[in-house]
């Protein structure tokens, strides 16, 4: 199992969480939205928190880039954490239009920046980290029970 | 003053807008040229009409769309430079749009010295284009489908252009070209080649992306590409002027590659994730079911007996509208609608940093204005193949498909004006904090 590999798990996993919460939200089923929705933010928020605080210290320690790749990411994952909030927000008040239109977008910038990662960074970061079990085990750590497809 | 992270290499937004805008002028063009002409434009693929008709689709609304893309896509989703998107753009964009309305205008009124302009004109920004685009594909760092694909459809782009001006140089008297088979091995490249290659190497990375489908096999793309090559290099060996019966067999062979593409693609987009109706979706849809009736049509008539069931004056017809309209016009207006609402944001969103957040995508082309134009874009395409059977509906399904390109055009420039208008409020936030 290379160092990343549950993090490419995990984002397949949060795919699955969005398409539930924007199903019910697009449908107006606001009770399901509810919950699907938080369960999405939460492992959303959860991803990003596990990559800045594990993955990328140990990639710009092992490698000197600070102001590089992980520092797009970081933007990204703001961008996308205001996103969230514009959803959450339309949730709140029962809007589908402002739902639909924060989701598609969320949408269409989380898979270019998880393809991103995962043809670029991901396989960055195995090979500067091949050898830190550290890493390898923090992450597992913090996203594997969460995610069925990795166990 | 904001950081530039998202889009360390992509072009400023006027490269691809300035095609995509100028892109459906041509299908207005197209459709009203048809509406003029009359019912005997499509009596055959080979009136000065139907020639110009094509060109102005094919020069005209499917290249303006396709090279404006490509602009965007290959630094984004490949990693690959532009030199100075910005000036070539510039460049190639009006020497294409002028040159594609010349190269029709001579099709329609003989192959004068105009027409020689046209020609010329895209034969020189093509040239310009696909050395600086060809340059960043091969030194691109990324690896796989996509840029396979994209890789070998630039290579039958320049085999296109170069027998299309042979073609415009016999056509002007120039002797010994054996025409007909000139023009199969033409629009074989064009199509099958140039078209279809780059629909199938941003279909890889566009499909999963929009509607969280799984991944396209990697058998699909390796076979799809040198599959089609091998078929289109085979087929030109007819150019020294005589088609064998084997001819046929390495079309077919073609077809079949083309029909799995589009069998994989609406096997994918059926497995598909998200469950939201999407427009780009649907137009995806219409135009996998065009490809998979091109293939069968096309096998029908090159395998004999020759169907007789249909009365249809001349099957090219009936198969040069689904391969436009059907196909190229609903992929490309499909993937238009996610393209500018998502640039729109991306673009707007590194112009406010984090400060002042733009409106979503939705808000930049409303739903319904594109749902109701895919509508007019179906009944025009009906009215069009119908036209091919029953001539006196010819005006009507031209001004259709004008229509459709219309608003079109008019959805996409909603987009622009929410882009201009946001992008103004953006400046005034900006200078009232300057120090």
């Known amino acids: 199992m290379s160092t990343t590999e549950v993090l490419h798990h995990h984002h397949k996993h949060c795919d699955q969480l969005f398409a539930d919460a924007e199903a019910a939200g697009v449908k107006g089923d606001w009770g399901a939205a509810v919950a699907d929705f938080t369960r999405f933010r939460d492992e959303l928020l959860a991803h990003f928190s596990t990559e800045e605080q594990v993955l990328f210290p140990a990639f710009e320690a092992a490698t000197g880039m600070v102001g590089g790749p992980t520092q797009m990411m970081r933007f990204e994952h703001a961008q996308m954490r205001e996103l969230l909030e514009q959803m959450q927000a339309a949730i709140d008040q029962r809007v589908r239009d402002p739902f639909a239109g924060a989701a598609e977008t969320l949408l269409v910038l989380m898979q270019q920046h998880n393809m991103k990662e995962e043809n670029i960074l991901y396989p960055m970061c195995d090979r500067t980290l091949a050898g830190s079990v550290d890493v390898a085990a923090g992450l597992r750590e913090r996203l594997e029970e969460k995610c069925p497809a990795s166990a | 003053m904001h950081p530039n ?98 190269l029709a205008g001579g099709f329609l009124a003989g192959p004068g010295p105009w027409f020689a302009v046209g020609a010329g004109l895209i034969v020189t920004a093509l040239s310009i284009y696909v050395v600086v685009v060809g340059i960043a594909l091969f030194r691109a760092p990324a690896r796989g489908a996509t840029i396979l694909a994209l890789r070998v459809a630039i290579a039958a782009l ?25 023009t199969h091995v033409h629009a074989a490249w064009g199509l099958g080649g140039w078209a279809l290659l780059l629909l199938s190497g941003v279909s890889y990375y566009v499909v999963p992306m929009f509607q969280l489908t799984p991944a396209y096999p990697a058998w699909l793309g390796r076979l799809l590409p040198w599959t089609l090559l091998t078929a289109l290099l085979l087929w030109a060996t007819q150019l020294t002027g005589e088609a064998r019966a084997w001819h046929s067999w390495v079309l077919l062979a073609g077809l079949l590659a083309a029909g799995l593409f589009a069998l994989v693609t609406l096997r994918l987009q059926a497995q598909r994730r998200r469950r939201v109706p999407d427009v780009t979706l649907t137009f995806f849809r219409i135009g996998m079911a065009s490809l998979l009736v091109i293939v069968l049509a096309i096998a029908l008539i090159t395998v004999p007996p020759a169907p007789t069931f249909l009365p249809v004056r001349e099957w090219a017809v009936p198969i040069g509208i689904l391969t436009f309209v059907g196909l190229f016009v609903s992929v490309i207006t499909g993937m238009l609608y996610k393209i500018v609402p998502f640039l729109n944001w991306l673009h707007l969103q590194r112009l406010g940093g984090l400060t002042v957040f733009p409106p979503n995508m939705r808000d930049m082309i409303r739903e319904r204005a594109m749902v109701w134009q895919m509508r007019l874009h179906l009944a025009a395409l009906a009215a069009l193949l119908g036209a091919a059977t029953w001539p006196p509906l010819t005006a009507i399904a031209g001004l259709l498909f004008a229509a459709s390109c219309a608003w079109l055009e008019w959805n996409l420039l909603g987009g622009v004006r929410v882009y201009r208008t946001f992008r103004d409020r953006i400046r005034a936030v900006d200078a009232c904090h300057a120090p």
């Open chain 2, 5 to 102: 992270l998202s889009f360390e290499q992509a072009p400023p937004i006027w490269v691809p807008y300035r095609f995509f805008l100028t892109a459906p002028l041509f299908g207005i063009a197209t459709g009203l040229l048809l509406a003029w002409s009359g019912p005997e434009a499509l009596a055959s693929r080979w009136t000065p009409a139907a020639l110009a008709l094509t060109h102005l689709m094919v020069a005209g609304f499917m290249l303006q769309a396709m090279c404006g893309a490509l602009l965007q896509f290959i630094p984004v989703a490949a990693g690959g430079n532009i030199w100075r998107p910005t000036l070539v753009a510039g460049v190639v964009h009006p020497m294409l749009a002028v040159g594609a309305a010349l």
């Open chain 2, 158 to 182: 320049v085999v296109t252009y170069v027998l299309g001006f042979t073609l415009a140089q016999g056509l002007r008297g120039v002797g010994g070209i054996p025409l007909l088979e000139f």
